[in-house]
């Protein structure tokens, strides 16, 4: 970011303008319980969340609990999510989270933020999304919109998640954590797009250092 710009002013002042036009912190993920959202969580990987929402109700009608999609046929569960991309690595890493959730944890996904990386598959934004809308827990959710559309504001390097969630820390109460991360994120989804920004439609493009590139 530029010297005459302070990272914590700049973002609590997007902030003002998105956080009252993206108000929902809900997931857009479809889910019934912490474990299926944990499951379309890790679906989500490099996939639009509108696929894994095509796909989790078969998977779940076929495997409605951690027991039985731990206990599933790999080929079975790789081939009814085979549309979410990367779907080998996506069937072991649910079925083995799965099978620790129901053996190691009596069928509950684990509140601890700690335990939850723990799990097969699980990384920091996976984590985070769980705690803060299962558990009411502060999370800062750091995906591919959120990590664009803080790099087009200056925030972040576009690279590395971990990094971007230490400054939005840093920054942030962590009562913002999970509304400021939807709103960045919504606003990312639908405003700043990766390929074409609709920067004439952007209520922060005065605040955007990118907006003339």
């Known amino acids: 970011m530029s010297d005459q710009i302070d990272p914590a002013k700049h973002l609590q002042q997007v902030l003002v303008q998105l956080l009252p036009l993206w108000p929902d912190t809900s997931p857009q993920l479809h889910y019934q319980n912490c474990w299926q959202l944990l499951v379309a969580v890790v679906l989500s990987a490099q996939c639009t969340d509108d696929q894994v929402n095509k796909v989790s109700p078969q998977l779940f009608a076929c495997w409605p609990t951690p027991a039985d999609l731990g206990s599933a046929d790999f080929d079975q569960v790789a081939t009814v999510i085979h549309s979410t991309g990367f779907f080998r690595n996506k069937a072991a890493n649910i079925i083995a989270l ?6 190691q944890y009596g069928g509950q996904v684990p509140e601890q933020l700690s335990t939850l990386l723990s799990l097969p ?3 920091r934004k996976t984590a985070n999304l769980v705690v803060s809308a299962c558990f009411d827990q502060p999370g800062i959710i750091v995906d591919t919109h959120v990590l664009r ?3 087009r504001l200056g925030l972040g390097d576009g690279k ?3 990094r971007t969630e230490r ?3 840093d920054i942030l109460e ?3 954590y999970t509304a400021a991360s939807h709103a960045l994120n919504r606003h990312g989804k639908f405003v700043c797009l990766a390929r074409k920004p ?3 439609a952007c209520v922060i493009r005065l605040l955007c250092p990118s907006v003339q590139a």
């Open 174 to 176: 962590p009562a913002q």
């Open 167 to 169: 400054l939005l820390a």
């Open 160 to 162: 590395q998640a971990d």
């Open 198 to 200: 609709t920067c004439n």
């Open 149 to 151: 559309i803080c790099y």
């Open 98 to 103: 799965s099978r620790q959730i129901a053996d």
């Open 121 to 123: 598959g699980v990384g």
